[in-house]
Each structure stands twice: as structure tokens, then as C-alpha cells.
């Protein structure tokens, strides 16, 4: 059963320590893209990679951390130097690096609270 | 860079009537302009999108305009379902880049 899943679904953090959230696809998409959604603020884009090996930052990059080791995995870590870090995150996919093409294919999302 | 502007940020809506819903973007380079549906507790999804050379595309119940005179796109749904109610976000995006910007999103209620 094809798709992208994310884990865990619910994350409770103190303050001052890093939560890595972790995204796997078996889609074999090249682009993965993580997003952080708030209530009212829509999806604003953290990071993204468009292959194995290689990433850019999105416009809310500042406290968080990536890597693609993977071509199926793209984990997010919330470091304790991201101000305001609980949120809903998503982690989403596309088939093509392309630009501008393709429809994003998302998880189920991860709600991360700190305590 | 591109910014997004979504209205109205909530819709109630009788089971039946129509609903729109109102996108403008600052780029006049963006091409390619999707909407997406969340309904509650559940992921994204594509429902329909439009790029620039076309000025109307239709799916059944749901229909996207573009005028790229006035930078500004529509979400037009006709008929409207319970199953219609969920958060309804716009996006943009330019040629050679991978990445869409995304409006707030609307809430649309569809009250039986």
C-alpha cells in the first residue's frame, strides 16, 4: 500500500530539547517537502529537497534541521532553538524534481507540544 | 518573493447554494495555481488546479477561474454537500521552482 507516513502522530517535548519527526515515503518520489501548519497561518514551508543528498531551506527554516540520506526518507528535527515549536507538522512528496509540476501528495502530520 | 492572499477565511453555506472562494497573488510570474482540501483531522489533498493558459477548468461540482490581468483566482463549488466542509487552501508557484506558496485557508461550513 503506497504512501508517505509520518510518526509519531502526537509528540510531547520539554523545552530545550530536539524531536526529530520522522517521514517515509515508498512512492519513489524525489522531492519531499516539510510544512508547519497553524491555526490561521496556512502551510508555510520549513525545508525541501528535490533529491538524495541535498536540501534547501523553506521561508520558516530558522530552529529546525534536516537531512536526506534516503531517497524514501526526510526526517525533521525541531531543535530547541526554534522559539515557538508547537505546531502541526506535515511532511509531504512529489514524483518529479521538476519545477512547478505535480501534485504534493501529504501525511497524516505530526502535532508536536512542548511543555 | 510570492505572497498568497486567501478571503474569505470562514464560509457558512446552506446545503445546496454555491460557494467561491478568493485567491490573489503578488507574482505576475506564477503559473501554476492548485487548491487543496482538509477536512478535519485528515491530510491535504489536491482537488483541482489551473495553470496560466487556461482561464477555466471544471470538475464536476468544482470549478477554478483565473484572471492573470488582475492576479487573482477563484474556488467556485456549486451544489454544496456536508462533505464539502473542510479547510480549503489556494497556492502558487513560478516556473523553475519546486515549491507552492500557500494562502491561510478557508474554513467552509456546509450546514444541512
Known amino acids: 500500500d503506497g504512501g508517505i507516513t509520518q510518526s509519531p502522530k502526537y509528540l510531547f517535548r520539554k523545552e530545550g530539547q530536539n524531536v526529530t519527526l520522522s517521514c517515509e515515503q515508498n512512492?519513489?518520489?524525489?522531492?519531499m517537502y516539510w510544512y508547519r501548519q497553524d491555526p490561521g497561518q496556512g502551510l508555510r514551508l520549513i525545508y525541501y529537497s528535490q533529491i538524495v543528498n541535498d536540501f534547501q531551506k523553506g521561508d520558516i527554516a530558522e530552529g529546525y534541521s534536516v537531512s536526506r540520506e534516503k531517497k524514501e526518507s526526510f526526517p525533521l528535527t525541531v531543535t530547541s532553538a526554534q522559539k515557538n515549536p508547537t505546531a502541526f507538522y506535515l511532511c509531504?512528496?512529489?514524483?518529479?524534481?521538476?519545477?512547478?509540476?505535480?501534485?504534493?501528495?501529504f501525511g497524516e502530520g505530526s502535532r508536536l507540544t512542548v511543555l | 518573493g510570492e505572497n498568497v492572499e486567501q478571503h474569505p477565511s470562514t464560509l457558512s453555506v446552506q446545503e445546496g447554494d454555491s460557494a467561491v472562494i478568493k485567491c490573489t497573488y503578488s507574482d505576475s510570474a506564477s503559473n501554476y495555481f492548485p487548491w487543496y482540501k482538509q477536512e478535519l483531522g485528515k491530510r491535504p489533498q489536491l482537488i483541482i488546479d489551473i495553470r496560466s493558459n487556461v482561464g477555466e477548468k471544471k470538475d464536476q461540482r468544482i470549478a477554478v477561474t483565473l484572471n492573470k490581468t488582475a492576479k487573482h483566482f477563484s474556488l467556485h463549488i456549486t451544489e454544496t454537500q456536508p462533505e464539502d466542509s473542510a479547510v480549503y487552501f489556494c497556492?502558487?508557484?513560478?516556473?523553475?521552482?519546486?515549491?507552492?506558496?500557500f494562502g491561510k485557508g478557508t474554513m467552509l461550513l456546509v450546514s444541512p
Open positions: 512512492l519513489n518520489h524525489d522531492a
Open positions: 509531504a512528496s512529489k514524483a518529479g524534481a521538476a519545477p512547478n509540476t505535480g501534485e504534493l501528495f
Open positions: 497556492a502558487a508557484s513560478k516556473p523553475g521552482y519546486s515549491t507552492l506558496t
